[in-house]
T-cell receptor, first 111, second 111 residues
Framework: EDQVTQSPEALRLQEGESSSLNCSYT??????LFWYRQDPGKGPEFLFT???AGEEKEKERLKATLTKKESFLHITAPKPEDSATYLC????????????FGTGTLLAVQP | AAGVIQSPRHLIKEKRETATLKCYPI?????VYWYQQGPGQDPQFLIS???????DKGSIPDRFSAQQFSDYHSELNMSSLELGDSALYFC??????????FGNGTRLTVT
């Protein structure tokens, strides 16, 4: 059964304190791994798609990496506005966008 | 840029009532998805439509139905509402295999 596990569940950082979020996945035939950001009461906002081990993508203070079993979202020198829940997801059942989400990491960045 | 529009933003219903949620995808997107997100949970796939035909089905109760109309907007119809149906309902759209873009959801409260 396809599965996505994220850790930690919650993370509190001081502004400027870099860290990484983890997403472990079990899926038959990876057809992409997606990272989303979700603010309270809002829909997930697309960040990155990674397709193959070794691939990296960057956007501002965020960098996503992918191995054969997990993905990391590295946050460099975070700011309070980076506070959100970060979700990773993989397609399931042969469909590109029928996504299975992890339960997310709630990130709080304190000034 | 145009985003996915959902209405209403909030909806309060009583048990056993019916509810209709509406979704207007990003222009030219050909696929619409519905997800349900319970309190503190990750989004769960319900159903999707490609070019107005149902393309995939997830954990959608038999009490729920959905369709996509000729103008590509979609409606999720929910009958015999139960307390456990209280959740955020997200619609998302995509063009082909492009990543999902989510709306800001409808918060349904069943009392």
């Amino acid at each position: 059964e396809d599965q996505v596990t994220q850790s930690p569940e919650a993370l509190r950082l001081q502004e400027g304190e870099s860290s990484s979020l983890n997403c472990s996945y079990t899926v038959s035939g990876l057809r992409g791994l997606f990272w989303y950001r979700q603010d309270p009461g809002k829909g997930p906002e697309f960040l990155f798609t990674l397709y193959s081990a070794g691939e990296e993508k960057e956007k501002e203070r965020l960098k996503a990496t992918l191995t054969k079993k997990e993905s990391f979202l590295h946050i460099t020198a975070p700011k309070p506005e980076d506070s959100a829940t970060y979700l990773c997801a993989v397609p399931s059942g042969g469909a590109t966008n029928k996504l299975i989400f992890g339960t997310g990491t709630l990130l709080a960045v304190q000034p | 840029a145009a985003g996915v529009i959902q209405s209403p933003r909030h909806l309060i219903k009583e048990k056993r009532e019916t509810a209709t949620l509406k979704c207007y995808p990003i222009p030219r997107h050909d696929t619409v998805y519905w997800y349900q997100q319970g309190p503190g949970q990750d989004p769960q796939f319900l159903i999707s439509f490609y070019e107005k035909m149902q393309s995939d089905k997830g954990s959608i109760p038999d009490r729920f139905s959905a369709q996509q109309f000729s103008d590509y907007h979609s409606e999720l119809n929910m009958s015999s509402l139960e307390l456990g149906d209280s959740a955020l309902y997200f619609c998302a759209s995509s063009l082909g295999r492009s990543p999902l873009h989510f709306g800001n959801g409808t918060r349904l409260t069943v009392t």
